[in-house]
């Protein structure tokens, strides 16, 4: 599997990318700023929780993460009813984000399982 960092990171990139080839109108304009925030802010909060100090600030920071996630996908599909033409690339964000959310679950109820355990 990918390494996350390097997923997260890419997944910001390929948003960046959509929303510089969205037209210019002040829905994509509003949404894709928005878009581009979550999205930049699961890696930067993956990042983050790779260098918690606690492994309840680790689990803080996931949880940052997981609720980046699903707000990008949010933006997403809110973009994808506003630019038809775009469907095919906001499918395959989409599937992307929903894959790290799910990554991130798991994560997150391991971490739990083990401060639990502690």
């Given at each position: 599997m990918q390494d996350m960092k390097q997923r997260t990171f890419q997944f910001?990139?390929?948003v960046g990318?959509?929303?510089t080839a969205l037209?210019?109108?002040m829905i994509n304009k509003a949404y894709g700023m928005q878009?581009?925030?979550s999205s930049s802010s699961v890696g930067a909060n993956y990042r983050a929780a790779r260098r918690a100090?606690?492994?309840a600030d680790f689990l803080n920071k996931l949880k940052i993460?997981?609720?980046e996630a699903d707000e990008s996908i949010y933006f997403l599909e809110l973009l994808k009813v506003f630019n038809v033409g775009f469907a095919e690339t906001i499918d395959k964000l989409e599937k992307e984000a929903n894959e790290l959310v799910k990554?991130?679950?798991?994560s997150i109820i391991t971490t739990r399982e083990k401060i639990?355990?502690?």
């Open positions: 910001s990139v390929e990318m959509l929303v037209p210019f109108n878009l581009i925030r100090k606690s492994d993460c997981e609720e990554i991130l679950v798991a639990k355990k502690q």
